[in-house]
């Protein structure tokens, strides 16, 4: 029998499992990510994180098809990240690391894009012709799917959704970017917080106030359709581009559930071209896990 | 030694080339697109002008590699276009027609698309990672190429970057597609014109406007870099959904060239994601033989 690892390298964890070939998670564990030193530590942890994950799984190297991570950064050759603000890391050759070290073949990929292709082989979107997925907490990622594949960009760049030029601009406000426009300055969950600040003077978490939204407060229901109208138009943008069969939307904010979609979904259907009208607004199914799905996959779509 | 055959069909004109498989034009001819009738005409003469073709340069079908048709509509799968309705045509099957005809090959692909795919085999776009095209005229028509194939969309839709819902809704303003945020109702030809006429009170064409703006006129350079501006930040959009490495202008508004392009360069690399800075904006190269060109190498694509 011939098993994949898949790795989700985040800022804070760093997530392990051990698959079968067909998708089914034997054993997985979660380190800490040690950001300190300039992240020197990160990839010698993930190492013998995999050595312990064989050796209680009993497997040996030959069983082990190859190993996908999944990383916060842009990826364009499928083994080195330009860079990871988060980790301390500038440009990094990930997958030379883990083969050196481990032995294995490794393939990576940006974190948002990996779980796209996570949600498309096993959760939300699988079966579909074509996905693109939008994650929103902290941030806005995103990944778009095509015949099965990831659709990396030139520079990295494909899916990079959060950064979509498509607000005016509001004086004084400026993404992590640098730049005034993007779908995350006014989508993302601590944006939905300080649109909600900037209308009633009040201090209050995304979530407490899709909680007040759903109750049925003006102020939080006008921010929170606000949200989803521009993340409806964004869709609608996109389906003009690669014309998506389902948007997943995964992420922290998605816990709101189709109280989230359904109205993404009604601005979706208005502001779609008309001809081509019909794609679906769907709720992410494998949460935290979509990650070391994608990646797991990463390596079976190269070795299996 | 094989051929293929490229037809562009166009709804005042058809173009037919025959094509080496390496890509040269050997013989080529226009005929007048038959509308009336429900558009029954042009099919049966689309074929009996590639008959023509065929018999004049003295070649048999079989060595014809296929036949490559790029129709104005929504195509899903490669033979059966939605709706082509500056044709009549409702949904037509044109490759079991072709097929069934000339007892050869036949794939179809929209019409835009299929020029993307042209420019990308032999023009502007040859020998890059990825393109988008972006067609100029009396509306605004696109096609998006990954991995040197047509991101096609799940219902026909990749490349419809004209009905990208971009532009806030302008009162009294409505596109064909009965919408009011689209791209190519503020940047289209004739659209350029309507908003040179809305700030001026004066009648000009797309073409004079660029020339006023050449020569400094105030209202048209501004009318002009509004256009640009829109397309820069269309660009940048696009660039975080696919990341593409060039953006190809083309259609009838390129004859301005690099006064059109640069701008849109200018603006593109304002509004563009930091990280992933780096796409060209480039002119078209094929004119309008990009749809033949790119008909023949959907076949050759298949069959070669």
Excluded at 268 to 290: C, V
């Amino acid at each position: 029998m011939k098993y994949a690892v898949g790795v989700d390298l985040g800022g804070t964890g760093i997530k392990i499992a051990l698959f079968t070939a067909e998708g089914e998670i034997v054993k997985s564990s979660e380190i800490k990510t040690r950001v300190e030193d300039g992240g020197k530590h990160i990839l010698p942890d993930i190492a013998n994180e995999i050595r312990s994950l064989l050796a209680e799984a009993g497997l040996s190297s030959e069983q082990i098809l190859g190993v996908g991570v999944g990383v916060p950064g842009p990826v364009v050759d499928g083994r080195t990240v330009l860079s990871c603000v988060n980790l301390g890391w500038g440009e990094t050759d990930v997958a030379s690391y883990i083969e050196g070290e481990l032995g294995l073949n490794c393939k990576i990929g940006n974190d948002a894009n990996v779980a796209a292709l996570g949600e498309a082989w096993k959760g939300a979107s699988r079966d579909t012709h074509s996905s693109v997925m939008i994650t929103i907490g902290t941030g806005i990622g995103g990944g778009v799917i095509i015949g099965g594949e990831i659709v990396t960009g030139f520079l990295g760049g494909g899916g990079e959704i959060g950064h979509a030029p498509i607000h005016p601009e509001v004086e004084g406000r400026v993404c992590g970017c640098g730049k005034v426009n993007c779908l995350e300055l006014f989508a993302s969950a601590p944006n939905v917080a300080a649109n909600y600040l900037a209308v009633t003077g009040k201090e209050m978490s995304c979530e407490e106030i899709f909680n007040a939204a759903k109750a049925g407060e003006e102020a939080a229901s006008k921010v929170v359709d606000d949200m989803q109208q521009l993340l409806g138009k964004a869709c609608a943008f996109i389906g003009c581009v690669v014309n998506p069969e389902v948007f997943v939307i995964g992420g922290g904010v998605s816990q709101a559930g189709t109280f989230l979609t359904g109205k993404i979904q009604e601005y979706y259907d208005h502001y779609i071209f008309p001809s081509i009208k019909g794609a679906r607004i769907i709720l992410a199914e494998l949460g935290n896990d979509a990650g070391v799905y994608g990646a797991a996959k990463l390596a079976l779509d190269e070795w299996s």
